[in-house]
């Protein structure tokens, strides 16, 4: 019964969607901010972006799974090195490398005396292959972490701290193997793409539309799922896991292809970050990018696709003003905002729209409902038909009850 009732209110929720607010997202970032912002600030904007891919997988998985994930930088960077391969083994052609010891590897593993490109290199000389690594590399190492940890019921506060102990190992790794991923410094001096120049302002500009198109198929992709029989299921397993599983289903696949899902999400953004910025290094993968990721997700509303991007533009922003003007206060000022999140509205933007701004919009642009003039002689005149009615109505033993 709490199963089909939850189910109920999940469908109640999602029955109906406000398409103009997705035209209103859709406008400001292909129309307004374009013809507003210069290539710089446009390029900062294109950057944020990508990390909104990361907030919508977390609104899927936090907001309506239940799964608190600390390490959605492992998926974000995972994506974003495999880009970074690609576009490095382009930029270290023979005659680029010529001064180098080893012509033809990329700069950093010949200057710690690698002789020739490692295996697991050489398959990112190809752009198919690439583009498929970007989804299935991140989505590989999501489905082994959820197998290991969904199928023996691992979750909640023990399944964040490992998701974010698996970062940490993460970004000890590729620091650690320095002549194999560039080390602390990363992947960097990315410059063409299939001989185009990605640094050229028409670059830029084409790079940013591509981004948005690209989030806006994964918001639509993430609003079907939402709306969909399994995100029903899955607002039913955050909520009640045990009489979901008592119900017949299969909690551990839902967590594991959900969790695979935001991975996808997440490496996607990377992939982009990697084309936009020009390079990838570690400081993308561990713990702390990862915590601000699940900020994003908060402050615009962990359960609102929307407020997902709207939380990483405005945090973003927010931190590029505060680190412009106040560089040794931003950090505060980012701690002081998540408190200020949970403990004031703790359903984000989106809360605060619904529980404020939305009301007032339907007060002031409701149309009031207009009486209509019902001359006084025709109600006198009808009532007597009414009262005349009723007892017949009564006393007919084939009335309906």
Same mark, same amino acid.
């Given at each position: 019964?709490?199963?089909?009732?939850?189910?109920?209110?999940?469908?109640?929720?999602?029955?109906?969607?406000?398409?103009?607010?997705?035209?209103?997202?859709?406008?400001?970032?292909?129309?307004?901010?374009?013809?507003?912002?210069?290539?710089?600030?446009?390029?900062?904007?294109?950057?944020?972006?990508?990390?909104?891919?990361?907030?919508?997988?977390?609104?899927?998985?936090?907001?309506? +799974?239940?799964?608190?994930?600390?390490?959605?930088?492992?998926?974000?960077?995972?994506?974003?090195?495999?880009?970074?391969?690609?576009?490095?083994?382009?930029?270290?052609?023979? =005659?680029?490398?010529?001064?180098?010891?080893?012509?033809?590897?990329?700069?950093?593993?010949?200057?710690?005396?690698?002789?020739?490109?490692?295996?697991?290199?050489?398959?990112?000389?190809?752009?198919?292959?690439?583009?498929?690594?970007?989804?299935?590399?991140?989505?590989?190492?999501?489905?082994?972490?959820? @197998?290991?940890?969904?199928?023996?019921?691992?979750?909640?506060?023990?399944?964040?701290?490992?998701?974010?102990?698996?970062?940490?190992?993460?970004?000890?790794?590729?620091?650690?193997?320095?002549?194999?991923?560039?080390?602390?410094?990363?992947?960097?001096?990315?410059?063409?793409?299939? +001989?185009?120049?990605?640094?050229?302002?028409?670059?830029?500009?084409?790079?940013?539309?591509?981004?948005?198109?690209?989030?806006?198929?994964?918001?639509?992709?993430?609003?079907?799922?939402?709306?969909?029989?399994?995100?029903?299921?899955?607002?039913?397993?955050? =909520?009640? =896991?045990?009489? @979901?599983?008592?119900?017949?289903?299969?909690?551990?696949?839902?967590?594991?292809?959900?969790?695979?899902? +935001?991975?996808?999400?997440?490496?996607?953004?990377?992939?982009?970050?990697?084309?936009?910025?020009?390079?990838?290094?570690?400081?993308?993968?561990?713990?702390?990018?990862?915590?601000?990721?699940?900020?994003?997700?908060?402050?615009?509303?962990?359960?609102?696709?929307?407020?997902?991007?709207? +939380?990483?533009?405005?945090?973003?922003?927010?931190?590029?003003?505060?680190? =412009?003007?106040?560089?040794?206060?931003?950090?505060? !000022?980012?701690? !002081?905002?998540?408190?200020?999140?949970?403990?004031?509205?703790?359903?984000?933007?989106?809360?605060?729209?619904?529980?404020?701004?939305?009301?007032?919009?339907?007060?002031?642009?409701?149309?009031?409902?207009?009486?209509?003039?019902?001359?006084?002689?025709?109600?006198?005149?009808?009532?007597?038909?009414?009262?005349?009615?009723?007892?017949?109505?009564?006393?007919?033993?084939?009335?309906?009850?």
């Amino acid at each position: 019964m709490m199963l089909s009732q939850l189910s109920a209110t999940a469908a109640q929720n999602t029955s109906k969607v406000d398409w103009w607010k997705y035209l209103l997202l859709a406008a400001i970032i292909f129309i307004v901010l374009p013809l507003s912002l210069d290539i710089f600030r446009l390029n900062l904007i294109g950057k944020y972006l990508t990390y909104a891919f990361v907030a919508i997988g977390l609104v899927l998985c936090w907001g309506c +799974g239940g799964i608190l994930s600390l390490g959605q930088g492992v998926f974000f960077g995972l994506g974003g090195y495999c880009m970074a391969m690609f576009l490095k083994l382009e930029a270290s052609s023979p =005659e680029a490398t010529a001064i180098q010891s080893t012509p033809g590897i990329p700069d950093f593993m010949d200057w710690n005396q690698l002789t020739e490109l490692p295996w697991f290199w050489q398959p990112f000389d190809s752009l198919a292959f690439t583009l498929v690594a970007v989804i299935a590399v991140p989505v590989l190492f999501a489905f082994i972490i959820g @197998v290991a940890m969904f199928t023996r019921r691992v979750g909640g506060v023990y399944f964040a701290i490992i998701t974010q102990a698996i970062a940490a190992i993460l970004t000890i790794l590729i620091i650690g193997q320095q002549g194999y991923t560039g080390g602390v410094n990363g992947i960097t001096d990315l410059r063409t793409f299939l +001989g185009w120049d990605i640094r050229t302002e028409s670059a830029q500009y084409l790079l940013y539309f591509i981004n948005a198109v690209l989030l806006f198929g994964c918001l639509f992709a993430a609003l079907y799922i939402k709306r969909c029989k399994l995100g029903r299921l899955l607002v039913a397993m955050r =909520e009640k =896991e045990d009489r @979901v599983r008592f119900s017949g289903y299969n909690v551990a696949s839902f967590k594991i292809f959900i969790f695979c899902i +935001g991975a996808a999400f997440a490496a996607i953004g990377g992939a982009m970050f990697t084309l936009q910025v020009g390079f990838m290094s570690p400081s993308f993968v561990g713990i702390v990018p990862s915590i601000e990721m699940v900020i994003f997700c908060a402050v615009g509303g962990r359960l609102s696709l929307l407020g997902a991007v709207y +939380g990483t533009l405005l945090v973003n922003l927010a931190k590029t003003t505060f680190s =412009e003007s106040f560089p040794q206060l931003w950090l505060f !000022a980012m701690g !002081a905002l998540f408190i200020g999140v949970v403990l004031a509205f703790p359903d984000g933007l989106a809360g605060l729209y619904q529980s404020y701004i939305q009301p007032w919009f339907k007060r002031v642009f409701k149309p009031k409902a207009s009486k209509p003039d019902v001359p006084k002689q025709s109600v006198q005149a009808a009532e007597p038909e009414a009262d005349s009615a009723s007892p017949s109505l009564k006393e007919s033993p084939n009335a309906p009850a």
